[in-house]
């Protein structure tokens, strides 16, 4: 059967074709179940079919739509505004200190998890929109002074009457943002061209980096823990720029190997050469061959720099040579450096990788036992993931420029479970008249209105991709316990992170004008509880944001039922074929204030 949707036609042998169908979900939830292994894209679909088909005989049983009863979800508590619930500082205190583990995700056991709905802060208005949101943002969205008082004077961002005001500053670019990329791209060149496409900011404040490569056609993940600095993640997302809440600690990041063209720190005041320089080996995991890494900041140019460190000349030239020992024992090689900024680039020479296996290597190669793409609560380790020798198109000079990446079947596909070259078109077309159909049905979508997009469940990232001409960007969600497919999303240009939707996402409330899923209920009802997902999804949809719910006949009247206890306005729409097996539910949360609210 080719891997299309068609529309439904008779047949003949119904009863057969359910039994089929049964069949092939049975045995797919069941590995799901014991494994976390999904059927292949082609066999879901290849059911999805088989079911559309004997749907359209009138004579056959159908299966009675999950009914739940109605509920009203109270408001939690004005305090919690802006909870986090995996990054809770009320619960820093159980964790502890070293190497600032108690930043890293920590979720709440079932019993403790709140069945409420987050309130808004007090005056809080629609966002300002993008591009404009780029440089200013409502005081009252994110109303904190400490960031304001302590980062004013590295214009950071400055509070002027009902707004926060983004110059575009930073501790390492005070003279503007764009002034010190404009440095950067004459150091790397690759940066104009098409060939960095995807970047990771950690440490990244309020995102001034990342906003500014935007208009140079380059994607940034921008990464900064919930700390003292008061909301950098929430900021960021407020000014319509990409980030989510993270810290390079005792565990991996949520992204795959060889996912970035390029990595930044500026100032981020990681040690990067302590603990076996296990940090920097993460970076060295997350990196494409043939990427850069930058770093601006102690100990580079600390000849000039070190008066302002508070520290002596000879302690920054020792930090200074132990980082340079260790990223050219990673096959690192210094690219380019000026002033404040040096850039090294990752080795895509195989050469170099085959000296890491000699038992006097330090820091040693990983055994093949340490699987590169896990990223889910996998502890950090201080040895090198080495590229793949089987992967011959991964590096960043094997990989088509953007925007031609997009749409060209990178080579990881083939390590996906059923996943081809015709498979990645077929998700490509399919997505194109997908997306064609959701803007019938949401006019917002491709406006103004809709700028932070989440797709909590995607394959290869096929919806972002057709919705790449308008004014916004998405956030490919990967379900850690589904098919690897992450890395393909990378190599089309696209960005994203595993996650497990059982747990809270790495995010602030308010953060995401839509989220769209598809068959997500579907997929999890055997792990997670329906109750605290679309919970979750409301903590993180902003108010008058939108979903768009592609979901199974069979639980889209109980997502209406509990949608509608949270204040949600719905309406229940049909898939772009009429198919009766699945529908579209379009969502939209309402603006409310807390009870206690002044507003």
């Not at 932070?452 to 956030?475: C, E, K, Q, R, Y």
Request: proline share 7%; hydrophobic share 35%.
């Amino acid at each position: 059967m080719k891997n299309k949707e068609v529309k439904p036609n008779a047949d003949k042998k119904g009863t057969r074709t359910v039994s089929l169908a049964i069949m092939f979900a049975i045995l797919c939830g069941f590995s799901f179940y014991l494994g976390g292994i999904f059927c292949s894209e082609k066999q879901r679909v290849e059911v999805k079919d088989a079911q559309l088909k004997a749907v359209a005989s009138p004579k056959e049983p159908t299966v009675a739509p999950l009914q739940i009863k109605s509920v009203k979800f109270p408001e939690c508590g004005i305090e919690y505004q802006d909870f986090t619930p995996c990054t809770d500082p009320k619960r820093w205190k159980k964790y502890g200190t070293h190497r600032l583990t108690f930043l890293e995700r920590h979720c709440p056991p079932v019993f403790d998890r709140k069945e409420c709905l987050i309130p808004p802060p007090d005056g809080y208005k629609s966002p300002i929109r993008w591009p404009k949101s780029r440089d200013e943002a409502w005081y009252k969205n994110v109303p904190y002074n400490w960031i304001n008082k302590q980062k004013s004077n590295q214009n950071w961002l400055k509070k002027q009457g009902e707004k926060f005001l983004f110059p575009g500053g930073g501790t390492m670019f005070p003279r503007g943002v764009g002034a010190y990329v404009d440095l950067m791209v004459d150091l790397i060149p690759e940066m104009k061209d098409g060939t960095i496409r995807t970047a990771i900011d950690t440490g990244c404040g309020v995102a001034s980096w990342g906003g500014d490569l935007l208009d140079r056609g380059i994607l940034t993940v921008s990464l900064a823990p919930r700390d003292n600095h008061e909301a950098q993640v929430q900021f960021a997302l407020e000014r319509g720029i990409p980030a989510i809440l993270g810290v390079i600690s005792t565990q991996r990041l949520p992204f795959p190997s060889s996912s970035f063209d390029m990595a930044h720190c500026s100032r981020c005041l990681i040690p990067w050469t302590e603990f076996g320089g296990v940090y920097l080996l993460e970076i060295n995991r997350i990196l494409r061959p043939g990427g850069f890494w930058v770093l601006s900041g102690p100990p580079v140019n600390y000849k000039n720099r070190w008066r302002g460190w508070n520290t002596t000349v000879e302690d920054q030239k020792s930090d200074y040579n132990k980082l340079q020992k260790l990223l050219t024992s990673m096959c690192f090689k210094l690219y380019n450096t000026k002033d404040d900024i040096a850039v090294w680039q990752k080795s895509s020479d195989n050469n170099c990788y085959n000296k890491l296996s000699k038992p006097d290597a330090n820091p040693p190669k990983c055994d093949d036992s340490i699987e590169p793409d896990s990223a889910w609560y996998t502890p950090l380790r201080t040895c090198i993931v080495v590229p793949s020798q089987k992967l011959k198109k991964t590096s960043l000079e094997s990989v088509p420029k953007w925007p031609k990446r997009l749409h060209v079947a990178p080579e990881r596909i083939g390590n996906v479970h059923g996943g081809s070259a015709s498979s990645f078109k077929h998700d490509d077309s399919k997505w194109k008249v997908r997306a064609k159909h959701y803007k019938k049905l949401l006019p917002a979508l491709g406006t103004d209105k809709i700028r932070n997009v989440m797709d909590m469940n995607t394959v290869f990232g096929g919806f972002a991709a057709s919705v790449i001409d308008d004014p916004l960007w998405v956030m490919n969600v990967v379900s850690s316990y589904g098919p690897n497919t992450l890395p393909v999303v990378y190599d089309r240009g696209l960005i994203g992170v595993y996650h497990d939707w059982c747990e809270a996402f790495s995010t602030y409330p308010r953060t995401y004008d839509l989220l769209h899923l598809d068959g997500l209920f579907t997929a999890e009802s055997q792990r997670c509880d329906m109750k605290y997902v679309l919970l979750e999804m409301d903590r993180i949809l902003r108010p008058g944001g939108y979903t768009i719910i592609r979901e199974a006949s069979y639980y889209i009247d109980a997502v209406a039922t509990l949608a509608k206890g949270m204040r949600w306005g719905c309406r229940k729409e049909n898939t772009q074929y009429n198919v009766e097996t699945e529908k579209v539910l379009i969502c939209q949360k309402k603006l409310w204030y807390s009870s206690s609210s002044s507003s």
